[in-house]
C-alpha cells in the first residue's frame, strides 16, 4: 500500500451531537486537501440525543417524548433510520481517499475489511463474532418486521458484526468524490427501552418493538467479561490494523480547512425545530 500505510489519529470534537456529525464530514471533505486516511473515536455526551437517518421520516418519532426527556433530534448525513446516542455508545469514524485500496467501489464490498479487522479486535476480548454475508443481510433487509426496522441497529447491513447471531456493532458509509467515510457503532449498554420511548408508535408496540430489538441486538456488557472503554477498544483496533496491513496511526490535529468545513457542516446537525 505504498504511503497509505500512515493514518492520521484526529481528536474527537468533544461537543454536543451536532459538533460531532459535522466532524465526521469535515474529515470527509478534508481529504480534498490532505488526502490520507484518517480514524477518530468519540464517545457521546452525557445528555442523551436521538439521530434520524438523512431519509427517514421526522413524523416516525413522538416529538412530545422528546420534549418530556429533554432529548435533542438530530439527522445525520447517512441514511438508516434512529440511533440514540447515549453515555456508553462508543463511536469511530474512518476517511479512505477515493483511491486507497480499501476503498472498494462496490458499497457493500467496501465493508468487507472494517468488519474483518473489527472481528478481530474484539477477539482480543475474549468475543467471538461471526460478519453477516451479503446474502444474508439482503434477505434479512426483504423480510425485516417494520416495526424493528424504526430502529438502525434493528437491520442487518453486509459485512456487520454479530455475536450469538445478535448485532453488536452497526455500520453506515457516504460516498462523496473524494473518498469515503465509514461510521461505527457499539453500545456498552443496549438503551433499547428508552428509545423505543421516543418512537412515533402505538403504546401497545412499545414492549412488542423492545421485545423484539433484545432478540436482534447486544452489547458489551452482555459479551465481554470486562467491557472495553474507549481507549482500551481504539489500542486493540489500531494492533489489528497494523498487523493486518502495516497501518501506523499517529496522533494529527485537524487541519485549518477541516476546522473551516466543521464549522460549515455545524448548521446540517444541529436540532430539528
Known amino acids: 500500500m505504498g504511503g497509505m500505510t500512515s493514518w492520521r489519529l484526529l481528536p474527537p470534537a468533544q461537543g ?20 490520507q ?7 457521546t455526551a452525557p445528555q442523551p440525543a436521538l439521530v434520524i437517518g ?27 433510520t434512529a440511533v440514540l446516542f447515549v453515555p456508553g455508545f462508543l463511536m469511530q469514524d474512518i476517511v479512505l ?9 462496490d458499497v457493500s464490498e467496501s465493508y468487507r475489511w472494517l468488519g474483518e479487522v473489527w472481528q478481530a479486535t474484539l477477539a482480543h476480548f475474549g468475543v467471538q463474532a461471526d460478519l453477516i454475508t451479503i446474502a444474508a443481510a439482503r434477505a434479512d433487509r426483504a423480510s425485516l418486521d417494520p416495526l424493528v426496522a424504526r430502529a438502525c441497529f434493528g437491520g442487518w447491513s453486509p459485512y456487520e458484526v454479530l455475536v450469538a447471531g445478535r448485532k453488536l456493532v452497526g455500520f453506515a458509509q457516504i460516498r462523496r468524490r473524494e473518498g469515503l467515510l465509514f461510521q461505527v457503532g457499539v453500545y456498552t449498554h443496549w438503551p433499547g427501552a428508552q428509545l423505543a420511548a421516543l418512537l412515533n408508535i402505538a403504546a401497545s408496540e412499545r414492549q412488542l418493538l423492545i421485545d423484539r430489538l433484545s432478540a436482534r441486538v447486544t452489547d458489551l456488557a452482555a459479551v465481554c467479561v470486562k467491557p472495553p472503554d474507549l481507549a482500551t477498544l481504539a489500542t486493540a483496533f489500531a494492533t489489528v ?15 485549518a480547512a477541516e476546522l473551516a468545513a466543521m464549522v460549515a457542516a455545524r448548521q446540517r446537525f444541529v436540532p430539528l425545530g
Open 16 to 35: 454536543d451531537p451536532a459538533s460531532e456529525l459535522a466532524a465526521g464530514a469535515a474529515m470527509l471533505a478534508g481529504l480534498a486537501t490532505t488526502p
Open 37 to 43: 486516511p484518517a480514524i477518530r473515536w468519540y464517545a
Open 54 to 80: 438523512s431519509g427517514q421520516k421526522v413524523s416516525e418519532v413522538d416529538q412530545a417524548a422528546l420534549a418530556n426527556a429533554g432529548i435533542t433530534l438530530h439527522r445525520r448525513a447517512s441514511g438508516g
Open 97 to 105: 481517499p477515493a483511491d486507497h485500496p480499501l476503498a472498494h467501489p
Open 241 to 255: 490494523l497494523h498487523q493486518r496491513y502495516d497501518v501506523t496511526i499517529t496522533p494529527s490535529d485537524w487541519t
